[in-house]
């Protein structure tokens, strides 16, 4: 079936750093991607999106492309603040089921220090 | 514009009991997904209701069920609860059913099971 592989964490770095998290998936139809952001104490927030091969996503300097041949979309970030500390899910929408069931990666926790 | 809200956002049963959760869409979304977040599984998707009719369901036993009434509100029950049971439980509302629709996210039921 369907799975999301995403590197696992902690990821820690210091501010203004540069923020690769790498995330590949498994689909039998055309999916649309997604990455998806928790704050402690709150539900996701989606970050930014792709619906299809080569779209780019991005949102508050995060940004992410949708690679058909090597079936990933890594999110990338070029300058860290503390503020984006936080837990980065990855997660893909398959087309060819019904509705919009989100199907995720574990998770990574990214800690940005001062 | 309201954003998702669940009810409640604190429980705790114990082994045996049943648990009704409730969730309020964004105004104007006539779909929605439940997920279960556990550390040991991650997000896993449990069911999506559209226009009252389940559309899709996940991997879960016949002890989560749910549905969804005219307003588009939405309640989960988990019968017979097990220890395991103790996850949070979010929600998710979108527009409708198109593959790339945006979810938005509440802030969850922390449920737990003793």
């Known amino acids: 079936g369907d799975s999301v592989t995403q590197m696992e964490g902690p990821v820690t770095l210091s501010e203004e750093a540069f923020l690769t998290i790498n995330c590949t998936y498994t689909a039998t139809g055309y999916p649309s991607l997604f990455w998806y952001v928790q704050y402690p104490g709150e539900g996701l927030q989606l970050l930014l999106k792709a619906t299809k091969a080569d779209d780019k996503g991005s949102n508050k300097g995060f940004e992410a492309t949708y690679r058909k041949e090597t079936t990933s979309f890594h999110l990338e970030k070029g300058s860290v603040q503390v503020s984006d500390s936080a837990v980065y899910f990855c997660?893909?929408?398959?087309?060819?089921?019904?509705?919009?069931?989100?199907?995720f990666g574990k998770g990574t926790t990214l800690s940005v220090s001062s | 514009k309201a954003g998702v809200t669940q009810t409640p956002r604190y429980l705790i049963k114990t082994r045996g009991q049943q648990v009704t959760l409730s969730c309020s869409p964004i105004?104007?979304?006539?779909?929605v997904s439940w997920y279960q977040q556990t550390p040991g599984q991650g997000l896993q998707f449990l069911f999506e209701?559209?226009?009252?009719?389940?559309?899709n369901k996940g991997n879960f036993p016949g002890r989560f069920s749910g549905r969804q009434f005219s307003n588009s509100r939405s309640e989960m029950n988990v019968s017979t609860l097990e220890l395991g049971d103790s996850a949070l439980y979010l929600c998710?509302?979108?527009?409708?059913?198109?593959?790339?629709?945006?979810?938005?996210f509440g802030p969850g039921t922390r449920l737990t099971v003793l």
């Open positions: 997660a893909l929408s398959d087309q060819s089921q019904a509705g919009t069931a989100l199907i």
């Open positions: 209701y559209f226009s009252e009719t389940q559309r």
């Open positions: 105004s104007g979304h006539r779909s």
């Open positions: 998710a509302s979108s527009l409708g059913l198109a593959q790339g629709n945006e979810q938005f």
